[in-house]
């Protein structure tokens, strides 16, 4: 719990910066806002993502400890429940049917052993299991269906958060998981709308906004992000920002992976044929930051990826504004921090986990 103390100090020191500091106009708006606004245009998201980068930090920790308490950090486990023989066409990913990566279809797993990996997920400390199945959609899958709504309605029954993926859903699948206790579904929109056509062509853009829009009216929590990393430019980050901040309300967290690039996926060709500069840790650092300054209301998640960046890395991310990670053994088919490796890095830095569904939003 925020002291009111605590919250005080938060409020003044943002009053003083807003009075006093040269930032440029985007940020001003940004920082003033005692609710988040739905309408960011491209060339303000801009002017955010390309500030001084310190000073892009900086704000956005100011932002994070008006709406956040600074020192929690929700620590989250995924665990693949049907892994391969997707359909979809994705150039990134190893479980899509039509990339050669040695990965083979499976079945879906059995509830006991989902509910084992999430005692084990309990008990080393993470407070979210999240569930991922290689489908494109829900579509006559209605005893699959009833299967992972009882690993749900289980799953919460150990006292952890859910949130699954499954590929598009319409609103009433939305609404049996939402019924079975489901705290979230992540269903992420990858990239910018422009970029989005050079990376998967089996489903459009539009699916996916059209199946985040059927969850938000199921009264599921949204979970939506994207990859860095796909041959993408500095403009269509901006891009796939502005996508997330015009959504009303803004997804309830935001998955931001770092493309593991995986032998076999068309990607790897794309990326050595593209002409883009090659992605930086900065472009994930001013990804996180302008995200954090436009959706103060959002968890912001380091997700697939993290694996590769240094501990100074992540703390930087802390700073500029995430405040979720994946933990465990595996992140669906790539490899993923430890438990305790990650504990020990929290405790470091004097970081502590947010406990299963506390709330530790400060709203106005």
Known sequence: MTSPTFISISRNVSKRFVQTSTTNGAILKALSLKKPKHDWTKSE?????????LELVYNAQLQHRKFHQPNKVQMCTLMSIKTGGCTENCRYCAQASSNDTGIEAEKLIDVEKVIDKAKE?????????????????MNGRKSALRKISDMVSQINDLGL????????????QSKQLGDAGLTAYNHNIDTSREHYKKVITSRMYDDRLRTIGNIQRSGVKVCSG???GLGESADDRIGFLETLTNMNPHPD????????????TPIVEDLAKS????????????TIATARITMPYSIIRLAAGRYTMKEYEQVLCFMAGCNSIFSGKKMLTTLCNGWDEDKAMLHKWGLTVLEPFENNLIKY
């Open 161 to 172: 958060e859910t949130c699954v993926t499954l590929g598009m859903v319409n609103e009433e």
């Open 226 to 228: 994207g990859i860095l």
């Open 45 to 53: 998201l801009a002017s955010i993502y390309e500030s001084p980068l």
């Open 275 to 286: 002409k883009v500069k090659k992605l930086t840790f900065e472009d994930i650092l001013r």
């Open 253 to 264: 967290s935001i998955p931001i992976n770092r493309l593991a690039v995986i032998e076999g």
């Open 121 to 137: 997920a309990k008990e080393n400390g993470s407070t979210r299991f999240c569930l991922g199945a290689a489908w494109r959609d």
